[in-house]
């Protein structure tokens, strides 16, 4: 059976310190409490040589920019080597390296623009209609009954929490114990129920 949560993020450890003061001067268990620090999105080490994900969501397309890039850019190189050969009227061996090397400088240049051109800041995908991201901060969170669940995010939002948000997890021990960083959040409403969309 999970229990129900509400946790609200702040900006400094005093503010959520403070805040956890007022709750429980209003009644609520200190083993109902718990206030952690939640590191920025790409920077929960998720995988053990660090990161959240195996591939940024960003660099999906970067392989088919890198590829045309290399086509055009090679294409682009060769007309360029030609021309500098036609222009100068240089001998066949200095051509033949002349050739080659704009050809290969022009694909190398044009891999990089067409992987680039193809990357996309995935934070701003988030912000187009993706599952919202949690942002970096202390967390205070707290295990709630029904009864109380209004009074805890009105002095969440009184203590000066940025984001509410209402949660379904295993609390055990004085923790969230499945807390996930990754999981986007659930706004919670001025109740503690979950926002409607």
Request: charged share 15%; proline share 13%; glycine share 16%.
């Given at each position: 059976m999970s229990d129900a949560i509400i946790a609200?993020?702040?900006?400094?450890f005093a503010k959520a310190e403070t805040t956890a003061s007022r709750l429980r001067a209003q009644g609520v268990a200190e083993e109902d409490m718990s206030v952690f620090?939640?590191?920025?999105?790409?920077?929960?080490?998720?995988?053990?040589?660090?990161?959240d994900t195996a591939v940024d969501?960003?660099?999906?397309?970067?392989?088919i920019g890198a590829i045309a890039g290399v086509l055009l850019g090679a294409t682009a190189g060769a007309a360029l080597g030609a021309a500098i050969?036609?222009?100068l009227g240089v001998s066949p061996p200095v051509s033949l390296f002349v050739l080659v090397?704009?050809?290969?400088?022009?694909?190398?240049?044009?891999s990089?623009?067409?992987?680039?051109?193809?990357?996309?800041?995935?934070?701003?995908?988030?912000?187009r209609?993706?599952?919202?991201?949690r942002n970096a901060g202390v967390l205070l969170a707290t295990h709630v009954e029904p009864a109380n669940a209004g009074l805890v995010c009105d002095l969440l939002r009184k203590g000066g929490a940025r984001d509410i948000e209402r949660a379904q997890g295993h609390w055990r021990e004085g923790r969230w114990a499945d807390f996930?960083?990754?999981?986007?959040?659930?706004?919670?409403g001025r109740e503690g129920e979950p926002r409607r969309a």
């Open positions: 609200g993020r702040f900006d400094s620090y939640v590191n920025p999105p790409g920077q929960h080490a998720t995988y053990p040589i660090g990161g969501p960003g660099a999906r397309r970067s392989g050969i036609t222009i090397f704009a050809t290969g400088l022009c694909a190398y240049v044009g990089l623009v067409g992987a680039l051109s193809l990357t996309r800041d995935a934070r701003a995908e988030g912000r209609g993706r599952a919202p991201v996930d960083p990754l999981a986007p959040p659930v706004p919670a």
